[in-house]
């Protein structure tokens, strides 16, 4: 089993910045050899893909959010982040981390509780 817990969200004004992080624990997998995702899902909307980084730190992004949002991680701390700048009004969502794989990286087969993001105009 994989435990993964955000923190980081709150309140912040359109323009404001934000880090989110997820801290991963448990014997499941090993953190430094699995794929890290970053999803959201806003009220009355279909969950979403924000970004991931590879086992490698290679990452992808959404394009609503490319330019605007950093993923990295730090595998000495088994904990993956999401740096948020510019943030806008619909960028408010709960946000979840989620972890993969490293055989199956797109696969997300253990999920956090999620921190919510409240971004005000």
């Known amino acids: 089993q994989v435990q993964l817990v955000e923190s980081g969200g709150g309140l912040v004004q359109a323009g404001g910045s934000l880090r989110l992080s997820c801290a991963a624990s448990?014997?499941?997998?090993?953190?430094?050899?699995?794929?890290m995702g970053w999803f959201r899902q806003a009220p009355g909307k279909e969950r979403e893909f924000v970004a991931a980084?590879?086992?490698?730190?290679?990452?992808l992004y959404a394009d609503s959010v490319k330019g605007r949002f950093t993923i990295s991680r730090d595998n000495a701390h088994n904990t993956v982040y999401l740096q948020m700048n510019s943030l806008k009004p619909e960028d408010t969502a709960l946000y979840y981390c989620a972890s993969a794989p490293v055989y199956a990286p797109a696969q997300y087969d253990y999920w956090g509780q999620g921190t919510q993001v409240t971004v005000s105009s």
């Open positions: 980084i590879d086992w490698i730190g290679g990452t």
């Open positions: 448990g014997r499941g997998r090993t953190f430094s050899s699995s794929a």
